[in-house]
């Protein structure tokens, strides 16, 4: 088991900046992705970001060159923390933003933050 713990989010301006973060602990495996999803009102939930154990990211169109994701992973491998740095936020980036741990074929998910972005 993994478990993820989210910290972060909260209500913000248009143009304004978040930062989000996630800790996994548990039975972690060298190799895993770590990412951000998000899911709006009525809306499926979509990837945002990823980044791999090894440093390969992935970005949603919408959000290059706004959102930047990036981990640390603790040497003795206790704990990995996954961040996204949300700027230039818009009022369509409101959501609820989740983060997910894969490792093989399993998936574990954070509990689940609000990010709201007033125009």
């Known amino acids: 088991q993994v478990r993820l713990v989210q910290s972060g989010g909260g209500s913000v301006q248009a143009g304004g900046s978040l930062r989000l973060s996630c800790t996994a602990s548990g039975d972690m495996l060298s190799f895993n992705v770590m990412a951000w999803h998000r899911q709006a009102p009525g809306k499926q939930r979509e990837l945002v970001a990823s980044?791999?154990?090894?440093?390969?990211?992935?970005?949603?169109?919408s959000v290059k060159g706004l959102f930047t994701i990036s981990r640390d992973d603790a040497r003795d491998g206790s704990k990995n923390t996954v961040y996204l740095q949300m700027n230039s936020l818009k009022s369509e980036d409101t959501a609820v933003y989740y983060c997910?741990?894969?490792?093989?074929?399993?998936?574990?998910w954070g509990q689940g933050t609000q990010v709201t972005v007033s125009s």
């Open positions: 980044i791999t154990s090894r440093g390969r990211t992935n970005y949603l169109d």
């Open positions: 997910n741990y894969r490792q093989g074929y399993k998936d574990y």
